[in-house]
């Protein structure tokens, strides 16, 4: 598990380390580790650290010491390191450190004007790309950089970047040949939440020191961070209390997911209830049966009308289907619990199942609501998607409800539930997941660029699914993802851990969908278009590689 403490458990951990160890201690444990990370990678792309060219980019806290004593240890093997000082002030002992092993520091050239330093007047719209005039010598060494590394500011900054800071991201983000290297954090990020206020390092390699910070797994902020490479500096014993976000591992997944023994019969191994697809969307019915057949169902009840239920005895006859008569003609209540229906029984008359999928392709009529209401009527786990989140957000008093629910909305359907700008959403994805899972009373699984998966009780971690791939922005793949995590539930799983495993594994086959015959590891330089029948078909693989 990569798990993810706030900066004030990280400060209160550091604080209780540092009164055990001598002074410098921890700041020389984070130096060695950041210069490791940046040999390995100046081996691999300037053929090693002698006469490379590095440099720092440094503010006038910890991450600066850091990666000045890091420039020092760089020094000593042969590279020409010259130290970017953004600040009046800079760490002084690592600044003579540095000089010491060969290195030297350049400063910033002064603002022309006091509004030069404000990034609001329309920054970055000089001839150069900066609007901020750092000067040559810096813009010179920058450009010629083999690596960059962001030294400038440190995990409690908030908000974006201020002048000079963000002229310096900009010249590293246009330092095309250099690779960027952040320290714990890439400048810019709100370490706990991963918000992107203004602009920001964007850097390729992140190397974080005693705990991961959970703005480096949740977008926008892990878009900035690239590849994060954890340094142990001795914080974990000191580490007080249940991390902020969690990032389970194949490991982790492996020990949750259900696996069936000898004794196992179709029964003991999870009935699910599906509630999806209509004669216009056919397609969700295949695809959420899909992915529910491939997670490990033991059987698969699906209610649905005749066009998709056609489609889905083609390819899943070991599914069992009740039809639906059609669009039955009701009372004009503005209740979804009308009695009224096309099946009085609805959903006794189903059969027995352990847990219901409902949402995806099934419609927003008055029927379709009444039949959302039934199923939130009973005491099993529900997962909602698609259709029944926007009944949901039109019929809020259906939630919250005693037994375990969970909700796989994406921004915008996140948005209408709890009246939020899904650009916000996305902006500020932990904060939203968080807030909409305790107002609703439920699970929330929000999907995006980074998955975030919010308990109910606003008390527990969440969880973040690293495995996804922007191949799986495709039509039907929630649909897929909705009936995994619907099987997932009806084999006894709980709400959050039914979640994360099937995001995991979602996202898995994804990459390994788009990677054909690869391992999935390169599916952004190798990989072809997929489609969310690819990823029903590399759900098998998906579970074997786990």
């Given at each position: 598990?990569?798990?993810?403490?706030?900066?004030?458990?990280?400060?209160?951990?550091?604080?209780?380390?540092?009164?055990?160890?001598?002074?410098?201690?921890?700041?020389?444990?984070?130096?060695?580790?950041?210069?490791?990370?940046?040999?390995?990678?100046?081996?691999?792309?300037?053929?090693?650290?002698?006469?490379?060219?590095?440099?720092?980019?440094?503010?006038?806290?910890?991450?600066?010491?850091?990666?000045?004593?890091?420039?020092?240890?760089?020094?000593?093997?042969?590279?020409?390191?010259?130290?970017?000082?953004?600040?009046?002030?800079?760490?002084?002992?690592?600044?003579?450190?540095?000089?010491?092993?060969?290195?030297?520091?350049?400063?910033?050239?002064?603002?022309?004007?006091?509004?030069?330093?404000?990034?609001?007047?329309?920054?970055?719209?000089?001839?150069?790309?900066?609007?901020?005039?750092?000067?040559?010598?810096?813009?010179?060494?920058?450009?010629?950089?083999?690596?960059?590394?962001?030294?400038?500011?440190?995990?409690?900054?908030?908000?974006?970047?201020?002048?000079?800071?963000?002229?310096?991201?900009?010249?590293?983000?246009?330092?095309?040949?250099?690779?960027?290297?952040?320290?714990?954090?890439?400048?810019?990020?709100?370490?706990?939440?991963?918000?992107?206020?203004?602009?920001?390092?964007?850097?390729?390699?992140?190397?974080?020191?005693?705990?991961?910070?959970?703005?480096?797994?949740?977008?926008?902020?892990?878009?900035?961070?690239?590849?994060?490479?954890?340094?142990?500096?001795?914080?974990?014993?000191?580490?007080?209390?249940?991390?902020?976000?969690?990032?389970?591992?194949?490991?982790?997944?492996?020990?949750?997911?259900?696996?069936?023994?000898?004794?196992?019969?179709?029964?003991?191994?999870?009935?699910?209830?599906?509630?999806?697809?209509?004669?216009?969307?056919?397609?969700?019915?295949?695809?959420?049966?899909?992915?529910?057949?491939?997670?490990?169902?033991?059987?698969?009840?699906?209610?649905?009308?005749?066009?998709?239920?056609?489609?889905?005895?083609?390819?899943?006859?070991?599914?069992?289907?009740?039809?639906?008569?059609?669009?039955?003609?009701?009372?004009?209540?503005?209740?979804?619990?009308?009695?009224?229906?096309?099946?009085?029984?609805?959903?006794?008359?189903?059969?027995?199942?352990?847990?219901?999928?409902?949402?995806?392709?099934?419609?927003?009529?008055?029927?379709?609501?009444?039949?959302?209401?039934?199923?939130?009527?009973?005491?099993?786990?529900?997962?909602?998607?698609?259709?029944?989140?926007?009944?949901?957000?039109?019929?809020?008093?259906?939630?919250?409800?005693?037994?375990?629910?969970?909700?796989?909305?994406?921004?915008?359907?996140?948005?209408?539930?709890?009246?939020?700008?899904?650009?916000?959403?996305?902006?500020?994805?932990?904060?939203?997941?968080?807030?909409?899972?305790?107002?609703?009373?439920?699970?929330?699984?929000?999907?995006?660029?980074?998955?975030?998966?919010?308990?109910?009780?606003?008390?527990?971690?969440?969880?973040?699914?690293?495995?996804?791939?922007?191949?799986?922005?495709?039509?039907?793949?929630?649909?897929?993802?909705?009936?995994?995590?619907?099987?997932?539930?009806?084999?006894?799983?709980?709400?959050?851990?039914?979640?994360?495993?099937?995001?995991?594994?979602?996202?898995?086959?994804?990459?390994?969908?788009?990677?054909?015959?690869?391992?999935?590891?390169?599916?952004?330089?190798?990989?072809?278009?997929?489609?969310?029948?690819?990823?029903?078909?590399?759900l098998p693989r998906a579970f074997r590689a786990t």
């Amino acid at each position: 598990m990569r798990d993810a403490y706030s900066v004030s458990k990280v400060r209160a951990a550091e604080a209780a380390l540092m009164a055990l160890v001598p002074e410098g201690t921890l700041m020389q444990r984070a130096a060695a580790g950041l210069a490791s990370v940046c040999a390995g990678l100046l081996r691999d792309s300037a053929g090693g650290v002698y006469g490379a060219r590095v440099v720092i980019l440094t503010g006038t806290g910890d991450n600066g010491g850091d990666a000045l004593y890091a420039g020092e240890r760089l020094a000593r093997r042969g590279a020409s390191v010259t130290a970017v000082r953004a600040g009046e002030r800079m760490h002084a002992e690592g600044a003579r450190a540095l000089v010491g092993a060969g290195g030297r520091v350049i400063g910033v050239a002064p603002p022309r004007d006091p509004d030069a330093t404000r990034v609001d007047l329309g920054g970055q719209t000089g001839s150069r790309g900066d609007r901020y005039d750092v000067g040559h010598e810096v813009r010179s060494v920058i450009g010629h950089a083999d690596l960059i590394i962001d030294g400038m500011l440190g995990i409690g900054g908030k908000g974006g970047l201020r002048e000079p800071y963000a002229t310096l991201a900009q010249l590293a983000a246009n330092a095309w040949h250099a690779i960027t290297v952040a320290v714990d954090l890439p400048s810019g990020i709100d370490a706990d939440t991963g918000v992107v206020a203004g602009p920001a390092v964007r850097a390729d390699v992140t190397v974080t020191f005693g705990a991961v910070k959970p703005g480096l797994l949740i977008d926008p902020g892990a878009g900035h961070a690239g590849v994060v490479e954890f340094v142990d500096i001795g914080l974990g014993p000191h580490l007080d209390g249940p991390p902020e976000a969690s990032a389970p591992q194949a490991h982790d997944i492996a020990a949750l997911l259900p696996r069936p023994t000898a004794e196992s019969d179709k029964y003991r191994r999870g009935v699910l209830g599906l509630l999806t697809g209509s004669d216009r969307y056919t397609g969700a019915a295949l695809l959420s049966t899909g992915g529910a057949v491939r997670g490990g169902a033991g059987m698969v009840r699906l209610v649905t009308f005749p066009g998709a239920a056609a489609g889905v005895r083609q390819v899943h006859p070991e599914v069992i289907i009740t039809e639906l008569a059609g669009e039955t003609r009701i009372r004009s209540e503005s209740s979804p619990s009308s009695s009224s229906d096309s099946s009085p029984r609805f959903p006794d008359d189903v059969g027995r199942v352990q847990a219901w999928a409902v949402g995806s392709g099934m419609g927003t009529d008055d029927a379709a609501a009444r039949r959302l209401a039934a199923v939130l009527a009973t005491s099993l786990p529900v997962l909602i998607d698609a259709d029944g989140l926007t009944l949901l957000a039109r019929h809020r008093d259906l939630l919250p409800r005693p037994a375990p629910t969970l909700l796989t909305p994406h921004a915008g359907e996140l948005g209408r539930l709890i009246d939020a700008d899904p650009a916000d959403i996305e902006a500020r994805r932990l904060e939203h997941a968080r807030r909409a899972a305790t107002m609703l009373g439920a699970c929330v699984l929000l999907k995006g660029s980074t998955t975030v998966i919010a308990p109910p009780d606003g008390f527990d971690p969440v969880f973040v699914n690293t495995t996804g791939t922007p191949w799986l922005a495709t039509a039907g793949t929630g649909d897929v993802l909705a009936g995994l995590a619907g099987a997932l539930l009806a084999q006894g799983l709980l709400p959050p851990q039914a979640a994360i495993c099937a995001a995991y594994l979602h996202g898995l086959a994804g990459r390994l969908a788009a990677a054909g015959g690869g391992d999935g590891e390169d599916e952004l330089t190798d990989a072809a278009p997929i489609g969310a029948a690819d990823v029903v078909a590399a759900l098998p693989r998906a579970f074997r590689a786990t």
